[in-house]
T-cell receptor, first 115, second 112 residues
Framework: AQSVTQLDSQVPVFEEAPVELRCNYS??????LFWYVQYPNQGLQLLLK????STLVKGINGFEAEFNKSQTSFHLRKPSVHISDTAEYFC?????????????WGAGTKLIIKP | KAGVTQTPRYLIKTRGQQVTLSCSPI?????VSWYQQTPGQGLQFLFE???????NKGNFPGRFSGRQFSNSRSEMNVSTLELGDSALYLC???????????FGPGTRLLVL
């Protein structure tokens, strides 16, 4: 069964510094990959998704992620973070060929921006 | 287009009571999924409805149930509430099966 690992539960970073949030999944079969962001006391907002095509995916708010099939990873990056990026980030994976298609979620990574 | 809406946003109940939460999907979306989010367990899938039929179900007891109406609006019900049911309940809608999910703001349930 598919599983998702977000290697860091918290990532502290200074404002205007670059950041990478790591996500690895277990199975190398065909996958759909997603990053969602959850701001305090809110629901989840889709940041970006990979369904097929170019392995570099650009999302909202200046975020991007790169699909690496050989390393089964989908790491999220931003070149310069702002205080408003303080939130929890969730990676999710799905198998489009699974008849019981559902999103498998990582545990989340809290991004903490230090002024 | 308006996003996914959930009502109520906050709810306080006592053990043993039951509760009904409502979700209105994005216009044109026919699939609605429900999730429970807690600090300890993270995001856990409850069930998914598509065209008024439950397509998929997570590993939750029968106290958790749901339904979907012909206009795609969905409700979930939890009977005989337990303290451990305190959580943020999130609803997500998508155009169809295997489509990208868009989330509502959630209903925060506190069971005392």
């Amino acid at each position: 069964a598919q599983s998702v690992t977000q290697l860091d539960s918290q990532v502290p970073v200074f404002e205007e510094a670059p950041v990478e949030l790591r996500c690895n999944y277990s199975s190398s079969v065909s996958v759909y990959l997603f990053w969602y962001v959850q701001y305090p006391n809110q629901g989840l907002q889709l940041l970006l998704k990979y369904l097929s095509g170019s392995t570099l995916v650009k999302g909202i708010n200046g975020f991007e992620a790169e699909f690496n099939k050989s390393q089964t990873s989908f790491h999220l990056r931003k070149p310069s973070v702002h205080i408003s990026d303080t939130a929890e980030y969730f990676c999710a994976v799905s198998d489009p060929g699974d008849s019981n298609y559902q999103l498998i979620w990582g545990a989340g990574t809290k991004l903490i921006i230090k002024p | 287009k308006a996003g996914v809406t959930q009502t109520p946003r906050y709810l306080i109940k006592t053990r043993g009571q039951q509760v009904t939460l409502s979700c209105s999907p994005i216009s044109g979306h026919r699939s609605v999924s429900w999730y429970q989010q807690t600090p300890g367990q993270g995001l856990q899938f409850l069930f998914e409805y598509f065209s008024e039929t439950q397509r998929n179900k997570g590993n939750f007891p029968g106290r958790f149930s749901g339904r979907q109406f012909s206009n795609s609006r969905s409700e979930m019900n939890v009977s005989t509430l337990e303290l451990g049911d305190s959580a943020l309940y999130l609803c997500a809608s998508s155009q169809g099966f295997r489509e990208t999910q868009y989330f509502g703001p959630g209903t925060r349930l506190l069971v005392l």
